[in-house]
């Protein structure tokens, strides 16, 4: 059994670890939250996804405890990707013999194989991290893949009056805060200067932050935005992405799963580093300030993984403009 990460770019960056696991012979069973378990249905190697039914917040023992005897029985082996004590409660209560994670918050004694959690300064990317648990050496090269089906592809594409490669996706939002969302004005202006249509993705949270940009571009360009945002189910926003043109993103959970699909991608860093969670596409970009020599002055603050500009001025992210990703696309 895997326990998912709660984020759907973390999730996206298991995929690795659960091809290792496959790939000698184990049966995967992946326990995720609603929001993240679309993401395993879109990985081969996952013979069973179940819906974990908590909440955020809270240990929840009786619900853990329910469904804890539900699974006994089930499993020799947990996986635990978190770092949450919570996370590894579940394969604990269901007595799953041995327990895999990496030590932090006091979970010496709910985990039989612990690895120590690297200092934040020499921790690897994302991806090894995850793999690592599997006990590969040689996970530096993973790249996460997703399989779509293009039947279920072109089912939402028609359910959406969206034709393959007739659109760009923009994926303007990023759950983590502020610090990590190109500006909406910069957004709206790319896409006044793209030829083709652009399509607004994201959650019903990011609803008015999209509505923002496609009421700044149909103002001057009438019907050559459109706002998704919240309007479609996650495997629907998958296959929206799968088909598109090119995605244009923050470090957002999209921007993996682009990635993951094989898209053309562009993908704008801020507070984040694209040494820590990239994506790892062939066909991506990356925009970050912070590695741009002519770039001045130099980002000293970069990056700072805060959900809010420390210093105000978030100029990591204002300071990319719509024409430096315009030559990229």
């Known amino acids: 059994m895997i326990i998912a990460p709660q984020w759907i770019g973390d999730a996206v960056m298991t995929e690795p670890l659960l091809r290792h696991l496959q790939g000698r012979g184990e049966r995967l069973t992946v326990g995720a939250l609603p929001w993240v378990a679309p993401v395993y249905r879109l990985m081969p190697q996952v013979a069973e996804v179940i819906e974990l039914p908590f909440a955020h917040g809270g240990l929840q023992l009786k619900a853990r405890g329910r469904l804890a005897r539900q699974l006994a029985g089930r499993f020799d082996m947990a996986y635990i990707c978190p770092n949450s004590l919570k996370s590894a409660l579940l394969p604990l209560l269901a007595g799953i013999p041995k327990r895999v994670g990496y030590l932090g918050e006091a979970r010496i004694g709910l985990l039989t194989h612990r690895l120590k959690n690297p200092p934040k300064a020499r921790r690897p990317p994302m991806v090894a991290f995850y793999s690592a648990l599997s006990g590969a050496t040689d996970a530096v090269n993973d790249r996460p893949q997703l399989q779509m089906n293009a039947a279920e592809v072109d089912t939402a594409l028609a359910a959406l009056d969206l034709q393959r490669g007739g659109y760009d ?62 309007e479609t189910s996650l495997a629907q926003a998958f296959s929206v992405t799968a088909a598109a043109n090119c995605l244009v993103s923050n470090d957002s959970g999209l921007m993996h799963v682009g990635a993951a699909l094989g898209v053309r991608q562009v993908a704008i860093f801020g507070s984040s580093s694209p040494l820590h969670t990239p994506p790892l596409n062939d066909r991506a970009t990356v925009l970050w300030l912070k590695n741009d020599a002519s770039y001045q002055p130099p980002l000293d603050c970069a990056p700072c993984f805060e ?16 024409a430096n990703v315009l030559l990229k696309i």
């Open 169 to 230: 996706v923009f994926a303007p939002g990023a759950e983590y805060g502020p610090a990590k969302r190109w500006p909406t004005g910069h957004f709206a202006e790319l896409a006044q200067r793209l030829e083709l249509p652009v399509v607004l993705l994201g959650s019903a949270k990011e609803r008015d932050l999209c509505e923002e940009i496609a009421d700044l571009v149909n103002t001057e360009q009438p019907g050559k935005c459109r706002n998704l945002a919240g």
């Open 307 to 322: 959900r809010e500009c420390p210093l105000g001025h978030t100029r990591c992210l204002v300071d990319i403009t719509a």
